[in-house]
């Protein structure tokens, strides 16, 4: 395979949740003296832990991990701030001669990484604040039925269930009278080093990963993520943030808030996240010059099949 000058190459460990990204990413940061940034929407919160897999000081191995566990929950962190943060890092580690890797499963992160998203409104709170309560009262589809009104190129594009994008559609034409379809290709200007960013996409079995995701949420469960909800809720965390909106975490403040019993919230999780896995697995095929790894990251089969092919 071709990625350029490997001395420059930024390598990105990419694919669907549970499927093994940290691992490798890990083993090619130690390989190469690399530092991670984390690319994964929901790791990036204080205080949201058990179900977002983040990884502990043993799972580093000694690797710096950089835009994990550091921002408040409440905050309404957008792929945008990701994308900006993320970029000064990479900067910053490679002034350093060290070698960075980004490692995660949020696929638009690292799209708006490589193309930047047109500049959007501010978050006007008391929109935002309405369209949550609709969304709270009448569910998603009833959302992506508001955007199709007024903008259907842009629900076309957008999955009914991913609400956060939704709201972000109808924020913009409601505050600028611009529908979201007509501004998005009016993009800033990638980084410099944006062609240098290489992706691998992790493809383990279809039916594996759904027993892995399974058996992982009831993990999550048994470790104590209602309680865990319980006191970021105590903490003032509202329900409808992006961080409590995200799979298990979603499913486990129904079930606080007495809509659902905690057998039906495990299995709602489950599904959850796998038809998020299978989302997450059609994004990154879509991506261009990405190259599968058939497997899990933390097989050392796929671990030698990835450094034969970088020539490590």
Request: aromatic share 8%.
């Amino acid at each position: 395979m071709d990625v350029g000058n490997p001395a420059k190459t930024i390598y990105a460990i990419v694919g669907p949740t549970a499927s093994g990204k940290t691992s490798l990413g890990v083993e090619l940061a130690l390989r190469i003296g690399g530092e991670i940034i984390n690319c994964d929407s929901v790791q990036i919160y204080k205080g949201i832990q058990l179900a977002t897999a983040k990884p502990d000081e043993a799972e580093r191995r000694g690797v710096p991990h950089h835009l994990i566990d550091y921002i408040d929950p409440n905050i309404n962190y957008t792929a945008a701030d990701w994308a900006r943060d993320a970029a000064e890092k990479i900067v910053e580690i490679e002034a350093r001669d060290k070698r960075p890797v980004l490692v995660g499963g949020t696929g638009f992160y690292l799209r708006t990484l490589r193309q930047p998203l047109f500049e959007s409104p501010k978050t006007d709170a008391t929109l935002r604040e309405r369209l949550r309560s609709i969304h709270r009262k009448h569910g998603a589809e009833h959302l992506h039925l508001m955007l199709r009104r007024v903008d259907a190129d842009a629900a076309n594009r957008i999955p009914t269930n991913d609400y956060v994008r939704v709201m972000r559609g109808l924020e913009v034409y409601f505050q600028t009278g611009y529908r979201l379809s007509e501004q998005q290709p009016n993009r800033g200007l990638p980084p410099e080093f944006a062609p240098r960013i290489q992706l691998f996409v992790l493809n383990p079995p279809r039916g594996a990963l759904y027993a892995r995701i399974n058996e992982r949420t009831e993990q999550h469960f048994a470790a104590g993520l209602v309680d865990e909800v319980r006191h970021l809720r105590e903490q003032g965390v509202r329900d409808d943030t992006n961080a409590l909106g995200s799979h298990a975490y979603r499913r486990v403040c129904e079930f606080l808030r007495g809509e659902r019993d905690l057998d039906s919230a495990i299995e709602r999780s489950k599904q959850d996240v796998r038809n998020y896995a299978k989302r997450q697995l059609t994004w990154f095929r879509r991506e261009p010059g990405a190259f599968g790894l058939d497997g899990f990251g933390d097989d050392p089969d796929v671990t030698a099949k990835l450094f034969q092919m970088l020539r490590l």
